[in-house]
């Protein structure tokens, strides 16, 4: 019998739910308390080790930059990283979602209709699981910064979204990852609605040991993720 251990309620780098800087957030922060939701057997669990997330969702999609007839525009980049939780232990077979604007700025959505140009050859999607130590590595072109109607000649710094479900439900996290010479992350209210320190968290940093010659830049960003109410010990046994 798995023993069910609740996860930190503690979300001390999460942005609050309204930022009246970004807009909107005024429509759909909430208005009440909030309800704490148990943590069952359900919230606690997720899909775990031994392939599963392959045979939920397919085979990985680590290369952006190889999914058409011919390579992207753009600079062609590589980032890779670990994903840790709160203890620095290490989160294995985990699956990281990967979204992105091309290299010009532009989604493939039908909502993101503003003047630059799709790219035939990048979609923007990918997906990875981390190894056994919780590293991850994907390779896809640096995005283009874009503008959004926030607020009058409001711009998002370039970034990548991802999503990763962890260990667990209650693990779940959906961040952005900027890079570090990017002069629209200090001007970004979604940026900016991160408490420091974590903000920093989310600037990637630029690795010379990664950058591949005549290939790709290199670019580190590890992810963690929340830890257990209560540390749990590797030679805990229970008979
Ligand atoms: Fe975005």
């Given at each position: 019998m ?7 309620r503690d ?32 919230e ?6 031994g ?16 999914q ?15 994903v840790l ?64 109607g926030?607020h ?8 990548i ?11 779940r996290?959906?961040?952005?990852l ?6 629209l ?36 960003f ?18």
């Open positions: 798995t023993d069910v251990l609740a996860y930190a979300d001390a780098g999460t942005p609050p739910s309204l930022v009246p800087d970004y807009g909107s957030t005024l429509l759909r922060a909430p208005r009440q308390p909030l309800l704490r939701v148990p943590q069952t057997l359900t606690t669990t997720g899909p775990g080790p392939g599963a997330w392959e045979r939920l969702m397919g085979a990985s999609l680590a290369d952006l930059t190889t058409h007839g011919g390579a992207p525009i753009g600079q062609r980049i590589v980032v890779s990283g670990r939780d709160e203890d620095g232990r290490p989160v294995p077979d985990t699956v990281m979602e990967i979204w992105q604007a091309n290299a010009a700025g532009r989604y493939v959505h039908v909502r993101d209709q503003w003047d630059a140009p799709l790219d035939p050859n990048f979609t923007g999607a990918g997906r990875v699981v981390t190894d056994a130590e919780g590293r991850y590595r994907f390779v896809t072109v640096r995005p283009g910064a874009y503008p959004w926030n009058r000649n409001a711009w998002r710094p370039a970034h979204h991802l999503s990763l479900l962890g260990p667990a439900f209650a693990t996290l959906v961040t952005q900027y890079f570090p010479d990017d002069p992350i200090e001007i970004d209210p979604i940026a900016n609605a991160v408490p420091m320190p974590y903000r920093q968290r989310l600037v990637s940093r630029f690795d010379m040991a990664t950058t591949e010659p005549n290939r790709a830049l290199g670019y580190l590890d992810v963690v993720l929340k830890g257990r109410d209560q540390t749990p010990f590797e030679d805990d046994h229970h008979d």
